[in-house]
Every structure is written in C-alpha cells, then in structure tokens.
C-alpha cells in the first residue's frame, strides 16, 4: 500500500488511468460528430505511445493494433475499452469484467443502489 502523497507505483497509475479512461467513455456521446470522434481516436493513439510504464505502453499498442479501436458510439467504445482493460487483466491474472455491465460501473450506478 502506497500512501497518496507518494509517487504512484505501476498500480495506483493504473488504478486512476482507468478511472480517468472509462469515465472518458461514460461521458462521450451516444451519437458522437466526427470532430469528437477524431479526437478519441488521436487521444488513444497518443496515449498509447506516452503512457508512463513502457512496458503496460508497449503491449497496449500491441493491442490497439490487433484490435482496431471503436468510436462510432458511447457503448462501442466503452464496450471496446472494457475489452481492453480485460486483455490487462487476462494477462495479469486478475478477473475477468462482464462488458455489459461497464455502464453500471462507470456511468449510471449499479442497479442494485449501492452507488446511491
Ligand atoms: P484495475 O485493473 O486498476 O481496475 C480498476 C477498477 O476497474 C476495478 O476495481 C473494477 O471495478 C473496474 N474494472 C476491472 N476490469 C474492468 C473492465 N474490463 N472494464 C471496466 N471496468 C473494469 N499493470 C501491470 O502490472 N502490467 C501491465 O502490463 C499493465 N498494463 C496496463 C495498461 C494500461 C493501458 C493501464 C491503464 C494499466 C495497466 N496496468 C498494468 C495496471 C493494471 O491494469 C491495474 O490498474 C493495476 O494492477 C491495479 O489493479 P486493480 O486490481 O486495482 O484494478
């Protein structure tokens, strides 16, 4: 356990990187212009090559390769990013996330109220 005013280790960035990337997700449009579109498409790009651990960076542009990113919609990237975020997890050994409930995690709320 790293405290908060320390320099963050490869989990405590990876912890708020998340947050940060799917709240991205949760406040994009559901029918997105092609500005904002562009605009995902370059932060992602960017991001992916600037993320502070180069390790997690290189294997992400592995990834982005591999699977092409989605932005034509709300659910289509944060579906795409839930994906993402579960190829990390497969690799590291953690649990896998159920997709379709990103936006219970991330947007609305879980529907059982515990968010209320
Ligand atoms: P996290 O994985 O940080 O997840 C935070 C919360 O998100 C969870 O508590 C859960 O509520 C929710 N969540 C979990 N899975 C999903 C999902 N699929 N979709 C939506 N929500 C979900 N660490 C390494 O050691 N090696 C790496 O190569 C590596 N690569 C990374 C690449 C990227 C792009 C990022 C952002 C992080 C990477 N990390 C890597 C960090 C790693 O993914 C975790 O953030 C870190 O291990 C802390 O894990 P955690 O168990 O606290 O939960």
Excluded at 2 to 10: E, G, L, Q
Aim: contains cysteine; aromatic residues 12%.
């Amino acid at each position: 356990q790293v405290a908060d005013d320390c320099p963050p280790d490869v989990e405590a960035l990876g912890r708020s990187t998340w947050t940060l990337l799917h709240t991205i997700a949760a406040n994009y449009p559901k029918s997105p212009s092609y500005r904002e579109q562009s605009d995902l498409k370059t932060f992602m790009g960017v991001f992916s090559r600037l993320y502070p651990c180069w390790v997690c960076a290189e294997d992400f542009q592995r990834y982005m390769e591999k699977e092409q990113i989605r932005v034509d919609s709300r659910n289509a990237f944060g579906t795409w990013l839930c994906e993402a975020h579960n190829a990390v997890n497969t690799k590291l050994g953690k649990p896998v996330f159920d997709c379709s409930k990103w936006e219970e995690r991330w947007r609305t709320g879980w529907k059982d109220g515990r968010c209320d």
